[in-house]
């Protein structure tokens, strides 16, 4: 019998699972590499390591108490040297002891989903109104060619980190007040990751991803608006390590229109006409989204009127249909009158009986002044 298992964890022999596993897990704390790194110690690691696989394991723990080594037995352990690559079974174990449930967290990985990214896209009203397609020229990351996101050099790859063993973080004993403080933090040699690339990429630097120009066609629907955001899933930035894109937003800007004014999926816009025009009524000309149309001005129109044109407004962006074009009118008064012009005008002003019209108020503004009349007069 070469060695004495349970002196090497302090433990009788008739300990319980739970004591063996409260002995191992003190001793791990004490004697792991990395807090106590120099060569002695991790020998006396490989002790206990040896010994806790034996004593944990009943059927080894048997086999023992009879007189064998089931380390030789079994031809695995070998004396339970690799703590990494052997003794995976008590490998939970010291993490447990270390970190509670926090063992689980392991390294982090190298590949992670890539950023969404955001365009502005300009488009006239016309296209707001119908739909369009575009073709958008985009600057993101894309997976890198050379190493496919691996980030490492042809024919090299990536290793496990060695100041970590690819847990990707490092613990850090303290004594206190309150006695030994274990704390952990992300490894300094891998950042975390785990594994380190020896040789990087030459094309992307290790990031696993390039920066690249591509031409998009972007289907624009009938009805967006200043704002809108066309969402393209998956084409936006690679993440690093080759990770999943992110997605592409396409935001519209809508340019201003000569004469129509959006307001919601309805357009408005002012036509000015001469007084005589608005008594007698009218057509005019209007250049609308659909093409060339005459506006019916009635005889007798009011400045301030308007007329609407159903359905010649902006596509409703959901459940179809359109908003409407609405001509608002504007009379214009004659200013600079010739002599005959002025007779003929104080003649139809005399034949309307107007020569001293009454001027006549709006309710609106009546209402207004009795309210502010109320307000000083605190009502
Ligand atoms: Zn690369
Ligand atoms: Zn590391």
Redesign the pocket.
């Known amino acids: 019998m070469a060695t004495d298992y349970y002196a090497v964890l302090g433990v009788r022999r008739d300990a319980s699972q739970d004591e063996i596993k409260k002995a191992f897990r003190r001793l791990a704390r004490e004697l792991h590499p990395d807090v106590n790194p120099d060569p002695k110690t991790q020998e006396r690691f490989k002790e206990i390591n040896a010994a806790y696989e034996v004593l944990s394991d009943p059927q080894k723990k048997q086999v023992y108490d009879l007189g064998g080594d089931p380390l030789s037995a079994s031809g695995g352990g070998g004396g339970a040297g690799g703590f990494g690559a052997g003794g995976f079974g008590n490998f939970s174990d010291i993490m447990d002891a270390f970190f509670g449930n926090a063992a689980q967290r392991g390294p982090r990985s190298r590949t992670r989903r890539g950023q969404d990214a955001m365009i502005r896209l300009e488009i006239d009203l016309n296209e707001a109104a119908f739909g369009t397609t575009k073709d958008i020229q985009v600057d993101t990351a894309v997976v890198c060619n050379t190493c496919s996101g691996e980030g490492a050099a042809p024919g090299t790859s990536a290793q496990t ?1 060695d ?2 063993r690819g847990r ?1 973080e490092v613990s850090q004993v303290t004594r206190s007040f309150l006695g030994q403080v274990m704390t952990s933090r992300p ?1 300094p ?2 950042q975390g990751f ?1 594994t380190v690339v020896p040789t990087p990429c030459p094309e992307c630097a290790g990031d696993g991803r390039i920066r690249s120009r591509r031409t998009l066609t972007v289907k624009i629907p009938a009805g967006v608006d200043n704002g809108t955001r066309i969402q393209l899933a998956g084409e936006g930035e690679v993440g690093p390590g080759g990770g999943p894109p992110g997605d592409l937003y396409v935001e519209i800007h809508e340019l201003p229109h000569a004469v129509f004014q959006r307001r919601g999926d309805d357009l408005h816009c002012t036509v000015t006409i001469p007084m005589t025009a608005a008594a007698l009524g009218t057509k005019c000309p209007l250049e609308t989204l659909d093409g060339l149309e005459e506006i019916d001005i009635r005889p007798g129109t009011q400045s301030g009127q308007s007329v609407p044109l159903h359905g010649r407004g902006i596509t409703h962006l959901r459940g179809g249909g359109r908003g409407d074009l609405i001509v608002h009118v504007e009379v214009m008064t004659p200013s600079k009158l010739d002599a005959e012009q002025e007779r003929l005008l104080r003649e139809l002003s005399k034949l309307r009986g107007e020569e001293r019209p009454l001027g006549q108020f709006q309710p609106g503004q009546q209402g207004l002044f009795s309210r502010l009349k109320d307000a000083f007069n605190g009502r």
């Open positions: 980190c100041m970590c990707g490894c040699q891998c785990g």
